[in-house]
T-cell receptor, first 111, second 113 residues
Framework: TQLLEQSPQFLSIQEGENLTVYCNSS?????LQWYRQEPGEGPVLLVT?????EVKKLKRLTFQFGDARKDSSLHITAAQPGDTGLYLC???????????FGTGTLLAVQP | DVKVTQSSRYLVKRTGEKVFLECVQD?????MFWYRQDPGLGLRLIYF???????EKGDIPEGYSVSREKKERFSLILESASTNQTSMYLC????????????FGSGTRLTVV
């Protein structure tokens, strides 16, 4: 069974701080996605990374796919209260090519 | 704006009841999925469907069944609800290649008492 572990599980920071969330697996994925879920809503896709070593930027968010396509990171610069939410990574691969979701990182940004 | 709509945001049911969770998407997506979300466990796939009248078991199908009679609608059925099925249930849809990711509904928080 493919597993995706995220760290940290919880993160509470002050507005303006930087942070990094990690998503790790022993399995190789053909692509990896990051989602953000706000309270009372379903997850919303932020980005898809496909190539090993790929880096994508979305305003203050930087996403990186590991060279071996087994891990990924999300870095947020100068966090804002609007960044608060549950961040989920999801890898696609294996025989079924379905998405496997990580355990999630709950981020709280205090004003 | 494309949408996945789940019929109820909150449900409270009694142990042993048969429960229906409905999901409708307006994107003409072939693929539809049912997940449950529990703290510390992430999203776990219950069932999915790649086409009308087609279904496949996910990672935790026990105690659940599904129905897909029309392309836009995917129903999750709890045959006899139990307290360990108290959870947030999320429906999602995607195009066949899934290149644009999954579109999720807002979820149904089910409490079984």
């Amino acid at each position: 069974t493919q597993l995706l572990e995220q760290s940290p599980q919880f993160l509470s920071i002050q507005e303006g701080e930087n942070l990094t969330v990690y998503c790790n697996s022993s399995s190789v994925f053909s692509s990896l996605q990051w989602y953000r879920q706000e309270p009372g809503e379903g997850p919303v896709l932020l980005v898809t990374v496909v190539t090993g070593g790929e880096v994508k930027k979305l305003k203050r968010l930087t996403f990186q796919f590991g060279d071996a396509r087994k891990d990924s990171s999300l870095h947020i610069t100068a966090a804002q209260p609007g960044d608060t939410g549950l961040y989920l990574c999801a890898g696609r691969g294996g025989a079924t090519n379905k998405l496997i979701f990580g355990t999630g990182t709950l981020l709280a940004v205090q004003p | 704006d494309v949408k996945v709509t789940q019929s109820s945001r909150y449900l409270v049911k009694r142990t042993g009841e048969k429960v229906f969770l409905e999901c409708v998407q307006d994107m003409d997506h072939e693929n539809m999925f049912w997940y449950r979300q529990d703290p510390g466990l992430g999203l776990r796939l219950i069932y999915f469907s790649y086409d009308v009248k087609m279904k496949e078991k996910g990672d935790i199908p026990e105690g659940y069944s599904v129905s897909r009679e029309k392309k836009e609608r995917f129903s999750l059925i709890l045959e006899s609800a139990s307290t360990n099925q108290t959870s947030m249930y999320l429906c999602a849809s995607s195009s066949p290649a899934g290149a644009f990711g999954y579109t999720f509904g807002s979820g149904t928080r089910l409490t079984v008492v």
